[in-house]
């Protein structure tokens, strides 16, 4: 594979790092379920499903939407992780004085469990085209708006 192969498959690797992580599902001709998961920062998780929303609500033609619900889909998992063997070298220097082991003397550090979190959130949003809403109204969302903002801050 030559370097502009490699360097390709680099490009797409690094995009996959850096876009969200948000993605939706049309539940019928103006709903759709936007999922969002991410690293640790909630904010992250926030602004990927608004992202996701207005992608979504581009995509198919609408300009505005609302957000019917929000759900915390965070996930907590705990696992177990065995403590590591570790085999001692039969004889160390250490300047003039030797420090002795016997052969092939172990150690095994202590088990442990390990917590991972995942923040997630689920949205529901329904939405609309240009005259069917009034987006002077509390809670509505422009799409191009939400895509301008983001856009600008990357």
Known sequence: ?????ILAILAGLLAGCVTPNAEGTMLNDN?????STGSVDRMEIVDNALKGAANVT???GYRYFVILTADNTSTSTTMFVPGLRLQMPSNRSFGRTNFFTATGATYTAPDRMVTRF??????IIQMYRQ????PNILGVWNADVVLGRFASAQ
């Open 58 to 60: 581009s995509a198919h």
């Open 118 to 123: 995942k923040p997630g959130l689920d949205i």
């Open 31 to 35: 709903t759709a379920l936007i999922s």
């Open 1 to 5: 594979m030559g370097k502009v192969g």
């Open 131 to 134: 005259g069917e809403i009034d």
